[in-house]
């Protein structure tokens, strides 16, 4: 699988400095979900477990307003990760992701994760720039 999708890694600003070797190491806890259009991957108040990357397809990130309206926070694309919050602090997802299309996900999880990012500490940093900047984002 390291050959295959190192690129969607080393593509994102999270991970976009792992070398080679580091990518192909990380590949290794990775498994391959697929999900129909319209599937949940996963709701808000599930467990935060795991990091996911887009291979192909679309995902929505939504939740529901006071009203009980859905809100769309942001729509995902092929090339790009998200869960890196709750993959860090292993709390409870914020918001829902569901399939707009057929989709296939690369998923790593936080219990084959925090010990990867244990052993690289320059690693630890560029997540803690990445959460600054989602926070600035945010507010």
Same mark, same amino acid.
């Given at each position: 699988?390291? =050959?295959d999708?190192?690129?969607? $890694?080393?593509?994102?600003?999270?991970?976009? !400095?792992?070398? &080679?070797? &580091?990518?192909?190491?990380?590949? *290794?806890?990775?498994?391959?979900?697929?999900? %129909?259009?319209?599937?949940?991957?996963?709701? *808000?108040?599930?467990? =935060?477990?795991? $990091?996911? =990357? #887009? /291979?192909?397809? !679309? #995902?929505? #990130?939504?939740?529901?307003?006071? &009203?009980?309206?859905?809100v769309?926070?942001? #729509?995902?694309n @092929?090339? &790009?990760?998200? =869960?890196? /919050? %709750?993959? /860090?602090?292993?709390k409870?997802?914020? %918001?829902d %992701?569901?399939a707009?299309?057929?989709?296939?996900?690369?998923?790593? !999880? +936080?219990?084959?994760?925090? @010990?990867?990012?244990?052993?690289? @500490?320059?690693?630890?940093? +560029?997540?803690?720039?990445?959460?600054?900047?989602? /926070?600035?984002?945010?507010?």
């Amino acid at each position: 699988m390291a =050959g295959d999708y190192s690129d969607i $890694l080393r593509n994102s600003f999270l991970l976009q !400095h792992l070398s &080679e070797e &580091e990518c192909a190491q990380l590949l *290794k806890f990775a498994r391959l979900q697929r999900y %129909a259009a319209g599937q949940t991957l996963f709701q *808000k108040g599930d467990d =935060g477990d795991s $990091l996911l =990357g #887009i /291979i192909s397809g !679309h #995902i929505r #990130i939504s939740t529901l307003s006071a &009203e009980g309206r859905e809100v769309v926070l942001n #729509i995902l694309n @092929p090339g &790009e990760l998200f =869960g890196e /919050i %709750a993959l /860090i602090d292993g709390k409870e997802r914020t %918001a829902d %992701a569901s399939a707009m299309d057929n989709c296939e996900v690369l998923v790593i !999880h +936080r219990r084959d994760f925090m @010990p990867f990012l244990q052993q690289r @500490p320059e690693l630890c940093t +560029r997540l803690m720039v990445v959460l600054c900047e989602r /926070i600035r984002w945010v507010s």
